[in-house]
C-alpha cells in the first residue's frame, strides 16, 4: 500500500494546498479537538490536557484561520488509511527531530527512543513511542498503590465458600471425590487490569531492548508480577477483550486509565501493525509544552517550587476567603522568599510572547511579592536576554517612565541545529544547558 506522508511543524502556519495527499485526514482532524480525537482511538499524551477547561483552542492540532492552518504545541503522529500526518518540533532539521528525542528521553528518564529498533518506518516510531511511554506511566499508576477490584475466582476444594458451580462441577468431578467447584467473589490485586500490565510487561520483555526498557521501573515491574498469580501468556485475548469492555472509569484511578489505554495500544499492535483497519484513525500526540515545562524544571527544580496547572497539583490562591476564585498555579515560584522570582515556561516563539502573558506573568510577580519575573523558551538563535522594566507614571501626566527594580527577562534555551546525529545534538545542548543555567543563577537582584 502507497502511503501519502506530509510532514509539518509545530506553531507554524501552513497553506491548506499543502495537504492535498491527505485530503481524507484532513477532515478528520481540522478544527477537532484532542478530547475528540481520543475518543477516536489517538493515543494522548500527558492524559491531563484532555481535561483542561482553558485549552479548548492550543487542544486542536490543526485549526482553520481563513484558508491558512495553524499548528499548536502539539507534536507526534496521526493517521487514516494509507494518509499519514507526522507534527515535528520547528527545531528538527531535516526530518530528524533530535529536540523532541532529547525532550522524551529526559523527561521520561527512560532510554533514546531511536535505540528501541533498527527499522524506523512511520508505523514502528508509532510503535517504538508506545514503548518508551509505558515505563513513565507504570510508575506514576503505581504511586496510586495497586489497582485492586472485585473479582470472581474459580476453586475446586472442600472448603466451599461461595456459589456452587454446577456445570463445572460435574465436568470436575465425575465420578464424586468429595471435592466442590464453586466460585467466590473477592477483593483482589490479580484483576483484569493488572493482569492486563502484567502481559504487556511480558510484550515487552520479549524484546531485544525490553529488559533496558523497564530496568529504571524494576520495582513497580516486581510489584505486579507478584500480583499477578494466575497469569497464563495463552489469556492474553480474552483480557485484552475484557479491558476493552472495562474501562478504568473511576477519577481516582484516572493515572490507571491513562495506562490502560497505553496497554491495549500495545498489544493490539504487538506484530508492529498499527492502525488496521483501513477506516481508523490512530496515532500518538504529546504536548510539548508540558515536556517544556517538565524539562525546564530538571534544570531549575532545585531552587522553585513548581505548582502543575494539568494535574491541579499545588494550586495557590490570589484572594482570601473564597476557595473557588482566583486559583492560580504559576509554573515556577523561587524558594528565596527574601528575593522572590517568578519563572514562566512558554514553549512558543519569543515574538509570539506578547500581552496575554506578560499580564499573567506581572500578576503573578504582584501577588508573590516578586521584582524580577522570567519568560523560558527554546530558542533557535544566539538572542541575547532581553529585559523588560516595568513603567510607572501615565501618559496623561506626561511622566512614564521605566523602573528600576522590577522587570520581566525573557531568557532562552539555545537548541542546537544543523546536527549530524543525535549524540551531537545532546552533546551541544548539554553545553547550552550549562550556560542557561549558569546565566539564570547569576541573576543580579
Known amino acids: 500500500m502507497t502511503m501519502n506522508l506530509l510532514r509539518i511543524r509545530d506553531n507554524s502556519q501552513i497553506k491548506k494546498a499543502a495537504f492535498y495527499k491527505i485530503k481524507n485526514l484532513e477532515t478528520k482532524i481540522l478544527n477537532k479537538t484532542l478530547k475528540n480525537l481520543e475518543k477516536e482511538g489517538v493515543f494522548v499524551f500527558p492524559e491531563a490536557i484532555i481535561e483542561s477547561q482553558d485549552l479548548e483552542q492550543s487542544q486542536m492540532i490543526l485549526q482553520d484561520e481563513n484558508g491558512i492552518y495553524k499548528t499548536s504545541n502539539i507534536m507526534g503522529f496521526i493517521g487514516y488509511g494509507d494518509e499519514r500526518l507526522v507534527i515535528s518540533s520547528r527545531f528538527s532539521d531535516n526530518h530528524e527531530d533530535y529536540f523532541f528525542q532529547y525532550l522524551l528521553s529526559r523527561v521520561l528518564d527512560t532510554p533514546n527512543v531511536l535505540n528501541l529498533e533498527t527499522d524506523f518506518s512511520y508505523d514502528n516510531s508509532i510503535v517504538n513511542y508506545l514503548y518508551f511511554l509505558f515505563p513513565y506511566l507504570l510508575s506514576v499508576a503505581i504511586r496510586k498503590g495497586l489497582f485492586k477490584q472485585y473479582v470472581y475466582n474459580e476453586y475446586n476444594d472442600r472448603n466451599i465458600k461461595g456459589v456452587i458451580d454446577i456445570a463445572r462441577h460435574i465436568k470436575c468431578n465425575t465420578p464424586f471425590i468429595g471435592c466442590i467447584a464453586y466460585r467466590q467473589r473477592e477483593f483482589s490485586y490479580d484483576n483484569y487490569l493488572l493482569q492486563l500490565i502484567r502481559h504487556t510487561i511480558e510484550f515487552i520483555q520479549s524484546k531485544s531492548f525490553g529488559k533496558a526498557l523497564l530496568s529504571k521501573v524494576k520495582n513497580e515491574v516486581q510489584l ?205 545542548i548539554k553545553i547550552n544547558e550549562h550556560k542557561f543555567i549558569s546565566n539564570f543563577s547569576n541573576m543580579q537582584f
Request: proline share 2%; aromatic share 14%.
Open 224 to 428: 505486579v508480577v507478584d500480583a499477578t498469580y494466575t497469569y497464563r501468556v495463552h489469556d492474553r485475548q480474552s483480557i485484552i477483550d475484557k479491558n476493552k469492555k472495562m474501562l478504568v472509569r473511576h477519577a481516582y484511578y484516572h493515572e490507571y486509565r491513562a495506562l490502560q489505554n497505553l496497554c491495549l495500544l500495545i498489544l493490539h499492535n504487538q506484530k508492529g501493525q498499527i492502525g488496521v483497519g483501513y477506516n481508523k484513525l490512530y496515532g500518538i500526540l504529546f504536548d510539548c509544552a508540558w515536556l517544556w515545562e517538565e524539562y525546564i524544571n530538571l534544570l531549575i527544580g532545585k531552587d522553585f517550587y513548581h505548582p502543575k496547572n494539568k494535574s491541579h497539583s499545588g494550586s495557590e490562591q490570589l484572594f482570601s476567603g473564597n476557595r473557588q476564585q482566583g486559583l492560580i498555579y504559576p509554573d515556577f515560584i523561587g524558594r528565596d522568599a527574601n528575593n522572590r522570582i517568578i519563572a514562566d515556561a512558554k514553549y512558543k516563539p519569543i515574538d509570539n510572547i506578547r500581552s496575554k502573558d506578560y499580564l499573567q506573568v506581572l500578576a503573578y510577580m504582584f501577588r508573590f511579592d516578586a521584582k524580577i519575573g522570567y519568560y523560558l523558551y527554546p530558542e533557535s538563535t544566539r538572542k541575547d536576554r532581553e529585559r523588560l522594566r516595568l513603567n510607572q507614571g501615565t501618559k496623561y501626566e506626561q511622566n512614564v517612565s521605566a523602573r528600576e527594580d522590577i522587570y520581566v527577562m525573557k531568557c532562552g534555551l539555545e537548541i542546537p541545529c544543523h546536527t549530524s546525529n543525535y549524540q551531537e545534538f545532546v552533546d551541544k
